[in-house]
């Protein structure tokens, strides 16, 4: 189980990234394309130096599976690729579900 002495932290994130939402094939705040199997993430805006975490690696656990991907927005989001290998079958099924992280 993830802990914050691992350096795990835990906290909601929502899915993005379908034709319903509007955000497939749309760029990310680094200029990235949101596609069905990009591996990003976006951080909160309200985060301390939120835009230091863009370009970094973060690992993301729910469920039993775990996920590593690129912070290239911001807010914490997943795309399609992050949530499908979390084990939801759509940005709608995601929703919004309480996740485990920590940057690499």
């Given at each position: ?8 932290h ?5 899915a ?5 939402d509007g955000t497939?094939?749309?760029a ?16 909160s805006?309200s ?16 469920g ?8 290239n ?5 997943l795309?399609?690729?992050v ?22």
């Open positions: 189980t993830p802990s914050s002495s691992d350096g795990w835990s906290g909601e994130a929502s993005y990234g379908s034709t319903s497939l094939g749309e990310t705040a680094t200029g990235a394309i949101v596609t069905q199997s990009s591996m990003g993430v976006a951080v805006m985060m301390p130096n939120y835009r230091d975490y863009l370009g970094r690696s973060v690992e993301i656990s729910y039993g599976r775990t996920g590593v991907a690129t912070v927005d911001c807010v914490l989001d795309q399609p690729g949530w499908s290998a979390l084990g939801a079958s759509s940005c709608e099924d995601w929703g919004v579900r309480t996740v485990s992280y920590r940057f690499l």
